[in-house]
């Protein structure tokens, strides 16, 4: 399983659109090779991601060690986003308020 969780909950609507089964599978597809399920958790921004037959049956049972669930996470983070033209990162955001 994978998590995604808007860090502010304003920004849970785009990923709502953006970070689908399709878009995961694009990313994990070399080492998935089951059924991707995506479950919504509105009330806290966040989507996880059930995937089966993931790196060849398991950490235990496959060669590609490194691929564990640190590194199942992360590759979450290549996902591309397309934000809104009005979009205000956090980074801005902060610095506005200062």
Do not use: C, H
């Amino acid at each position: 399983m994978v998590s995604v969780i808007a860090y502010d909950i304003r920004d849970y609507a785009v990923l709502l659109e953006q970070v689908t089964i399709e878009a995961v599978r694009a990313v994990y597809g070399p080492i998935t090779k089951g059924v991707i399920r995506r479950y919504e958790v509105p009330l806290i921004g966040a989507l996880n991601f059930v995937m089966t037959d993931v790196l060849e049956g398991g950490r235990s049972r496959t060669l590609a060690f490194e691929e564990s669930g640190k590194a199942l996470s992360s590759l979450m983070l290549t996902l591309p986003l397309q934000m809104p033209a009005d979009y205000v990162g956090r980074s801005v955001a902060v610095k506005r308020a200062a």
